[in-house]
């Protein structure tokens, strides 16, 4: 999240009032992410998260906005997307960008979670991804393979010689991965693929909900359990894995939706990949950056050491 596009309280009261959400209180833009503009704004009805996309086209949209409105009615606690009184539109525009309105989510986010807090958000991506089986819309992981591909040949100029090799013999590991017969076995639904810690709500220690979406396609929910992985269970300092919180994560979601022998077996290979995809998408973010009035780019060399320790010290399922 971040700003990249100013909205004017008056624009954003328009809105507001359309939607039938109340009369705005206060406007304020949202620190942290590099994708899409994002404000909180209160009014006197409650409080919502105002979100003005990017780079997301119009047509791909409502494939994340309908996904939301889904898990939203299926009893998974995730933003609700508020459409047109008229319509029924969830999809609106503010500024000449395309833009929704959701619910903000109660409390905080935890980043420094405790086994518990990530046994929860096992618990909670597993019953999300059951949940999901029911959407019908179908748009792919836009940050997946192809991207990879793509996008590695762009970064390969900003990095030194050995970040070059590890690069181009990962991105070449997981291509031959993904042709596999074990890949093709693996289960596959709407994921979130982007749920680390700071996309997660607790208020006194309980889960609240997932948010921030806008990452979602159609993959395998073992990648989406590699990329929770990969943030809830290391430690940030080095990158290596925290036995006790996996073992955690690993045991609530399993308690809702239990692993097959597909993803048992491909399990370190994925964890490879997310860090390789987080790998690829930091560099391009810090060495490419858009223009904006609030952006901070992450560090890439963080997912840099988690490839290496997953390379070096492959996690297996239990």
Same mark, same amino acid.
């Given at each position: ?47 919502? *998260? #105002? ?6 086209? &119009? !047509?791909? @949209?409502?494939?994340? %906005?309908?996904?939301?409105? +889904?898990? =939203? ?81 762009? *970064? #390969? ?6 970040? &070059? !090799?590890? @690069?181009?013999?990962? %991105?070449?590991?997981?291509? +031959?991965? =993904? ?140």
């Amino acid at each position: 999240m971040a700003v990249f596009t100013e909205v004017s309280f008056d624009e954003a009261r328009e809105l507001l009032r359309h939607l039938r959400l109340g009369e705005l209180q206060e406007l304020r833009g949202i620190e942290g992410g590099i994708e899409n503009t994002n404000y909180f704004a209160t009014t006197d009805h409650g409080a919502y *998260v #105002l979100t003005l996309f990017e780079r997301l086209s &119009a !047509a791909q @949209l409502p494939f994340y %906005l309908y996904l939301m409105k +889904h898990l =939203a009615q299926a009893g998974i606690p995730v933003p609700d997307p508020h459409g047109d009184p008229a319509s029924g539109d969830l999809l609106q525009t503010v500024a000449g960008k395309p833009a929704a309105v959701v619910d903000r989510l109660r409390g905080r986010s935890e980043l420094a979670p405790s086994p518990a807090q990530c046994a929860a958000v096992g618990a909670m991506l597993a019953r999300m991804h059951l949940a999901g089986r029911g959407y019908e819309r179908s748009q792919p992981n836009l940050r997946g393979l192809a991207w990879w591909n793509e996008t590695v040949p762009v *970064v #390969l100029p900003h990095v030194d010689a050995a970040q &070059a !090799a590890l @690069l181009r013999s990962e %991105l070449a590991y997981q291509n +031959h991965v =993904a042709a596999s017969p074990a890949y093709a076995a693996l289960p596959r639904g709407p994921i979130h693929a982007d749920l680390f810690r700071d996309n997660a709500m607790f208020e006194d220690g309980v889960l609240t909900g997932f948010f921030d979406f806008y990452f979602a396609g159609v993959d395998t929910w073992l990648f989406d359990i590699a990329v929770c992985l990969n943030d809830w269970c290391v430690h940030l300092p080095d990158g290596s894995h925290d036995a006790g919180r996996t073992a955690a994560f690993l045991q609530g979601y399993a308690q809702e939706r239990a692993p097959t022998a597909a993803e048992r077996r491909l399990l370190p290979a994925l964890l490879r990949a997310g860090a390789l995809r987080f790998w690829i998408s930091r560099l391009w973010d810090y060495h490419l950056p858009r223009e904006a009035s609030i952006l901070k780019p992450h560090d890439p060399t963080h997912f840099e050491r988690v490839l290496r320790q997953r390379i070096t010290h492959p996690v297996h399922l239990p």
